[in-house]
């Protein structure tokens, strides 16, 4: 993921929690699966504030997996506590869809199950390290082979909570990046996808965030309002789906939640940007998409943000060295704009490869800042994921 830079209802809390089933009441190893949960779930409110998110299958057998390669036995007894932290899922592609059910049957009735819907034709417009398998002009694709199919997977779990996040950077690259040959060719696409996708998974155990970028993207003076736009528009046009329950920031990002003064305030071009740390941005957008006609509570991701001051520019995207696992997921945020602290990016993945002659290498990866070498985006990355242990912030 990743391109850009860019210069110049709240309902009442949470939904009803499933009623435990007889199982849980058992000896506390004995965990019910949600598909034993007796009750189906409407989620309104703070989906977090009842639901921690489950540490899926996926991540936590990469990062034991991880663990066991670390030689140092309290570096590999750190490493393994992120293996029960609650982190997001990346359905990346449609041959990705089948590990969703292997999440669903596993998660109990407590948790929320976390997901990222990140398909879309001519995704990563402004960049390369994440191109998708979908081209251009593929949206029939993109709906019948990539949401429909999930759409139906949810469907079979309707006592199971699920939070998603939509389609990271797409709608901001629209915002930012438009000048762009690839952007303006992916805009319709882009738009049209993401109303799709919210209108066919509005069902009622799943709370969805659309990617609205960070406060270095979307932030600026100038970008507030078109990105606000952006994002209520299509959410207008898939009908104002009721489980839409605001906006995601920081997706796979390194900004600080509230470090004062932020990290390029003093930078030329700060006077621009009120958006210094992501609480300041989170409370700039959220009113801003509220008066453009659209839920506006935010999520943001501080899976990575542990560690600051080691980027050149805040656009900075790609495996940036010296990073730490940042605050852990949270309900308590000390923001009522702010429903949780997430972690979206799976910490270890890799933001985008450094081999200079692949086809996906993005100049970004390359740079000063950048850890190298790293593989390519998604696929698993031990030396970094290492890092992350050793400069986690808080500690682990
Ligand atoms: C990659 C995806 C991956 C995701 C999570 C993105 O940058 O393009 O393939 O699933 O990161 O690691």
């Not at 009803?16 to 019910?32: D, F, M, N, Q």
């Not at 819907?117 to 398998?133: F, H, M, Q, T």
């Not at 003076?221 to 329950?245: C, F, I």
């Amino acid at each position: 993921m990743k391109g850009f830079i860019a210069a110049a209802a709240a309902t009442a809390i949470t939904g009803a929690l499933a009623a435990p089933s007889p199982v849980e009441k058992g000896p506390i190893t004995a965990r019910a699966p949600a598909a034993a949960c007796a009750t189906p779930v409407t989620l309104s409110g703070n989906p977090f504030a009842s639901r921690s998110v489950f540490a899926n299958p996926f991540y936590a057998s990469e990062v034991k997996e991880a663990a066991a390669q670390i030689t140092d036995s309290a570096l590999a007894a750190k490493a393994l506590k992120v293996a029960d932290i609650g982190t997001f899922q990346w359905i990346d592609t449609r041959a990705k869809i089948s590990i969703i059910e292997d999440t669903l049957k596993e998660v109990p009735c407590d948790k929320l199950a976390a997901f990222v819907i990140y398909d879309l034709p001519g995704r990563d417009c402004a960049a390369k390290a994440s191109n998708g398998e979908l081209a251009v002009g593929d949206i029939n694709i993109y709906k019948s082979e990539y949401i429909d199919p999930i759409v139906a997977l949810f469907k079979k779990y309707p006592n199971t909570a699920i939070a998603l996040v939509i389609e990271p950077d797409s709608l901001p690259n629209l915002v930012t990046n438009s000048d762009k040959t690839a952007c303006k060719n992916s805009a319709s696409g882009y738009r049209e996808g993401v109303a799709y996708a919210l209108k066919q998974l509005n069902l009622p155990n799943i709370a969805m965030y659309i990617d609205a970028g960070h406060g270095g993207w979307l932030g600026w003076n100038d970008n507030l309002k078109p990105g606000a736009k952006e994002l209520a528009t299509v959410y207008k046009n898939a009908g104002s789906p009721k489980q839409v329950r605001g906006f995601a920031t920081n997706v796979a990002g390194w900004n600080a939640w509230d470090l004062t003064p932020g990290e390029f305030s003093k930078a030329t071009d700060a006077q621009w940007n009120k958006c210094q740390n992501e609480k300041l941005y989170v409370e700039a957008f959220s009113p801003e998409l509220k008066s453009a006609g659209m839920p506006a509570q935010a999520i943001v991701d501080t899976g990575r943000n542990g560690v600051q001051g080691l980027r050149k520019e805040w656009g900075h995207w790609c495996n940036v060295n010296g990073a730490g696992f940042g605050r852990r997921p949270s309900s308590s945020t000390g923001s009522s704009l702010t429903d949780a602290f997430v972690w979206v990016k799976p910490g270890g993945e890799s933001d985008g490869t450094s081999d200079s002659s692949a086809t996906r290498y993005d100049s970004f990866c390359g740079m000063e800042d950048a850890f190298k070498p790293s593989p390519e985006a998604g696929a698993w990355h031990q030396a970094y994921f290492e890092m992350l242990v050793k400069n986690a912030n808080p500690p682990l």
